[in-house]
């Protein structure tokens, strides 16, 4: 009886494997590289794949025509502004735009930066998009980085964006006091 009880379970187990799959958990592999921002002031490890489509004054890396994007822009600040100042004239112009809104709470990644998540329907998009907006400071330099893709794909992929986006990296010692940096960074479509 026992025999004939295992054999039953044995071929249950193996039916439902055919009919289902077998959904083994294996932790994808993503090889990652330095991007440098403006002048240097700043670098993120990104998956090496994403296309570099940057410039002296705009930071706009993105692993495809469609999918994730990062962009972002550093500038010269006076050291008497705080993080938190230049954080929230930031987060200001990200409420400006009435289509996207924020999503759960601030917070900070490890690296110190602070992060608002926001969501909306760009318009004429059907997806909703996550946009998610960083920022950091220090030693007279103020950067921000913005994160937008797929709702969806954020969801899924939350845990390796905020690694991605926790190396952000300060550079001031590459940024040379005898060029300005400036960006022509705007509130473009992300």
């Not at 700043?42 to 962009?71: C, K, Q």
């Not at 929230?88 to 289509?99: E, S, W």
């Amino acid at each position: 009886m026992i025999g004939v009880l295992t054999l039953m379970v044995i071929g249950f187990r193996a039916l439902l494997t055919f009919l289902l799959g077998t959904r083994k958990s294996k932790d994808k592999v993503i090889e990652m590289r330095e991007v440098f921002g403006q002048q240097r002031t700043f670098s993120v490890m990104a998956p090496v794949h994403w296309l570099d489509r940057s410039d002296e004054e705009y930071f706009h890396i993105s692993a495809s025509e469609n999918g994730p994007s990062l962009t972002g822009g550093a500038w010269r600040y006076d050291q008497q502004t705080s993080l938190r100042q230049f954080a929230d004239a930031r987060f200001a112009g990200v409420d400006g735009m009435k289509f996207f809104k924020q999503v759960g709470k601030e917070f900070q990644l490890e690296n110190g930066s602070i992060v608002r998540e926001y969501a909306g329907f760009w318009p004429g998009d059907r997806k909703m998009t996550s946009y998610i907006v960083v920022c950091s400071a220090a030693e007279g330099i103020a950067v921000n980085l913005s994160l937008s893709t797929a709702r969806r794909d954020y969801r899924a992929n939350r845990f390796f964006y905020r690694r991605l986006l926790s190396s952000l990296r300060i550079l001031p010692a590459s940024a040379g006091e005898d060029r300005p940096l400036e960006s022509t960074s705007t509130q473009s479509r992300p």
